[in-house]
């Protein structure tokens, strides 16, 4: 029997569905991953067989790039974070929390503003939220579903990668993708699946086909489960990267310590102070939870 290997796109009711060269294979996962504590995820890229009873089995899960805790998914290569600036209010710490989850995994994200076509959109506001997430050097990108303004940018940076999508309910994640994907999912027998998009009650999440990329959205889940330390956090939070060697002193939690770069920038207006606060309060967090 031949082996293959491909990645998993979806798990339900314990079968898993595999891809390989534009076909989706079902497949279930042999009992050692169990015995062993490992079992397979969405994302993971596997040896699977097919039998002469048309049943497929996964017989071994290759190392993982990179994975989410909570929803439980490996190996995405970027991760767009979709806001709006009203309806619902954009967050920046719910942004930076983003930011993290994806320098933790070790790619780039991509920051996404939608909604920028409604005719109460407050563009003073919406520049000077641009310009905080400018600051951060990552990419921000002003998109609408509705009247298609930048589709074709979005489209073209998801091409040929695995995305997660992350964003509040409500920011246009859907309408995004349908706006930048009508009618052009890949035609499989998963087509069922991908065009049941929409509300999810369940929270499942699965890499859909689209035309040439595959695409995780994160239904049901407005914070995305992850670890870190203080330590890291003053060292990777969204814009604090360049305060590295300007603290006095080496380890510096930018919090009372004499000497803070952060701290006289927040003073002079350079780091703008609601950010620095929410730095604050996230660093708090973790101080007194244990599971961090
Ligand atoms: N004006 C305007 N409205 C939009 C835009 N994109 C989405 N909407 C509206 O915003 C609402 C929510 O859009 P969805 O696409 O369902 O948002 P979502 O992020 O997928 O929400 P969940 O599925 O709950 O996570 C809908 O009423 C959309 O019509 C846009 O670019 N401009
Ligand atoms: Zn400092």
Sequence with gaps: MELKNGFITSLSGGLYTVYKDGVFYKCKARGVFRAKGVSPIVGDYVDFQIDEKNNGYILKVHPRKNRLLRPPIANFEQVMIIVSLAHPNIS???????????????????????????????KDYLEYMTNILKSFDYEVIQTSAKTKINLDLIKSLLANKKTVITGQSGVGKSSLLNAIFEH???????????????????????????????????????????????????????????????????GCLHENEVGCQVKVDVEKGIMPKEHYEDYLSFLKEIKTKKEY
């Design 92 to 122: 920046l710490s719910m942004i930076s929390r983003y930011i993290l989850v994806s320098l933790l995994a070790d790619v780039t994200p991509i920051i996404i503003i939608n909604k920028v076509d409604r005719e109460d959109l407050d």
């Design 184 to 250: 052009e999912l890949i035609p499989t027998q998963d087509i069922s699946t991908a065009l049941g998009r929409g509300r999810h009650t369940t929270r499942v999440v699965e890499y859909y086909p689209y035309q040439n990329c595959f695409i995780a959205d994160t239904p049901g889940y407005s914070f995305i489960e992850f670890k870190i330390d203080a330590q890291d956090l003053s060292q990777i939070y969204p814009g604090f990267e360049k305060y590295l060697n300007k603290c006095k002193f080496r």
